[in-house]
């Protein structure tokens, strides 16, 4: 009896190669791997893109993106929930040797992390239930959440765990200052970054 020829098993796709996949079928979507999850999000209205602009002019003309820290859109952040879990936040400020800290697939340790901001599109959920716990296990010390469906900014400090335990809700009419942790005295303005009802 002659052995059988033994073939090595359809190799099944990790997730990162999913999301990889995924994103290279639908160009211009945000895709990230929460909580072991592929979620997905479609491009961004002009609205999303206003209220971001909005929420980095304060942050530059602080200083900023300097010597000490760099304002960027759209930076991976790596997070210690899973083997394969990243998000990519609308807007972060980092500290300034970020690159030094490149993790995997173009996300970055969140020990860089400062703050990170992000402005809800027609898929909140991620934004409000999803990435809080997730940000919070990463450490990062400030996660600022642009509500546009319920016309409120939510500023998320002191991460415990998988927890923020300080939760400050501002509204129309209103300005509040972030913490200095960040690296600098920065107040904002929740009309400014509340361009529109979605």
């Not at 999850?37 to 993106?65: K, M, R, W």
């Amino acid at each position: 009896m002659s052995a059988a020829a033994v073939e090595e098993p359809f190799g099944q796709m990790t997730l990162l190669e999913e999301a990889e996949l995924v994103a290279q079928r639908l160009v211009g979507h945000r895709v990230e791997i929460l909580g072991g999850q592929i979620t997905v999000t479609p491009p961004p209205d002009g609205q999303h893109g206003e209220a971001l602009t909005n929420a980095s002019v304060p942050f530059l003309a602080a200083g900023l993106h300097g010597r000490a820290t760099r304002v960027i859109q759209g930076i991976g952040l790596w997070l210690p929930d899973g083997p394969s879990d990243y998000a990519i936040p609308d807007l972060s400020i980092v500290d300034a040797d970020y690159a030094d800290h490149l993790m995997e697939r173009n996300c970055y340790d969140p020990a860089v992390f400062r703050l990170v901001v992000e402005v809800t599109s027609s898929n909140d959920r991620a934004d409000l239930k999803a990435k809080p716990p997730l940000y919070a296990g990463a450490g990062v010390p400030v996660y600022v959440i642009v509500d546009r469906r319920n016309r409120r900014v939510m500023v998320l400090t002191e991460p415990q765990g998988r927890e923020y335990r300080v939760h400050a809700v501002h509204h129309p009419g209103q300005s509040f200052t972030l913490p200095g942790s960040i690296g600098a005295t920065v107040t904002l303005v929740v009309d400014d970054l509340l361009i529109s009802k979605v």
